[in-house]
């Protein structure tokens, strides 16, 4: 049978976030003889061809927030594309209880594979344990169960490498300029993802020493605190040059605030790739240059690796006979110069 060449597969199992990685792979290896073949090329790997007959359960938290929303589209879309694909997908839910209780009916109707974006990574790690040892496959979305016996592969977003690359991007844009001062708007600061967020901003500042961060808010990722969190900021702080601003639902709030502040003196650059943020950044008439991605599309990648796991298949340009135990997503940075690229992943 013939193979889809492997950089194609690739993408038709990962999608676009996979192009970079496949270059990536190309690049690392362009020493070799042009006539080399590849290292297992009797893998079997995943492609859009229809195959086996696969059940997907999946479940993840109630979609209160426009990338939650848009990790259940992801999901849903992705699972459309593939004729041997069954989704049984629940409702959704932030209680505790009651998502466990939906991963356990999905357990009893006995699906192929999960998927799982739990409400709560700790609180639901016995429930995919469970699922795990019923012999049902779980692939881990986003949010980490506690052990790694809960789960046969996790994927999910760099909330770390997101803060570290909107700290490079605003070191940069301020490079030659004399003591420059920048604010933070984070999210919420119990949650884990909000420190490693302002952790790995943080650590890319230390890269430019003519740059210091003067004053930082937490909000709680709606827009109603954003524009209360980012008015307070305004106030506090009569001159910075830029905002880190952690996620573009409440950057709507926070934008909302700077034009009533009517304040024009900064750059902002936001947070996981919302479509109106994005629209603003190609639009050019607003603070807001650019945004880091935490893509949504995770949700229709973690469909494809549950669809290869359910089929017994490895990953389109890799060696391995099997998809990999964990895959990060890498958090690009979007602006005037690429936003088109990027337009059609915008989260509404």
Request: aromatic letters at 6%; hydrophobic letters at 40%; glycine letters at 10%.
């Amino acid at each position: 049978m013939a193979r889809t060449p492997a950089t194609s597969r690739r993408a038709l199992l990962f999608g676009t976030a996979a192009v970079s990685a496949g270059a990536l792979l190309t690049a690392c290896t362009s020493n070799e003889p042009k006539n080399q073949e590849p290292a297992a090329d009797n893998v079997p790997a995943a492609d859009d061809k229809p195959g086996k007959a696969v059940t997907i359960g999946f479940a993840g938290p109630q979609a209160d927030h426009g990338w939650l929303n848009a990790i259940n589209d992801n999901a849903k879309n992705r699972a459309k594309k593939y004729s041997d694909v069954t989704l049984e997908i629940t409702e959704g839910s932030n209680d505790t209880a009651q998502q466990i209780g939906q991963i356990q009916t999905l357990i009893n109707k006995k699906v192929d594979v999960l998927v799982i974006l739990p409400a709560d990574g700790k609180a639901l790690t016995q429930v995919g344990l469970q699922a795990m040892r019923a012999g049902i496959p779980v692939i881990n979305l986003d949010r980490v169960f506690a052990s790694p016996q809960a789960y046969r592969c996790w994927i999910g977003g760099d909330n770390y490498g997101m803060g570290l690359n909107a700290g490079h991007y605003i070191g940069e844009q301020l490079k030659g300029k004399q003591n420059a001062k920048v604010v933070e708007l984070a999210g919420l600061d119990n949650l884990e993802l909000t420190q490693q967020r302002t952790k790995g901003f943080d650590d890319a500042l230390k890269n430019y020493p003519n740059i210091k961060k003067v004053a930082r808010q937490a909000a709680d990722f709606t827009v109603e605190s954003g524009q209360a969190k980012m008015a307070q900021l305004l106030q506090a702080q009569s001159k910075f040059d830029a905002l880190w601003n952690h996620d573009d639902d409440q950057g709507v709030g926070a934008l909302r605030a700077i034009d009533q502040a009517g304040r024009d003196d900064f750059l902002m650059v936001g947070g996981a790739g919302a479509k109106s943020a994005m629209d603003a950044i190609k639009a050019g008439n607003s603070v807001l240059e650019a945004t880091v991605l935490y893509p949504p599309t995770m949700a229709a990648s973690a469909i494809d690796l549950a669809r290869a796991l359910g089929q017994g298949k490895g990953v389109g340009g890799l060696s391995e006979f099997e998809i990999p135990s964990s895959l990060t997503l890498y958090s690009a940075v979007v602006t005037k110069d690429n936003v088109d690229q990027y337009l059609p992943t915008g989260f509404i």
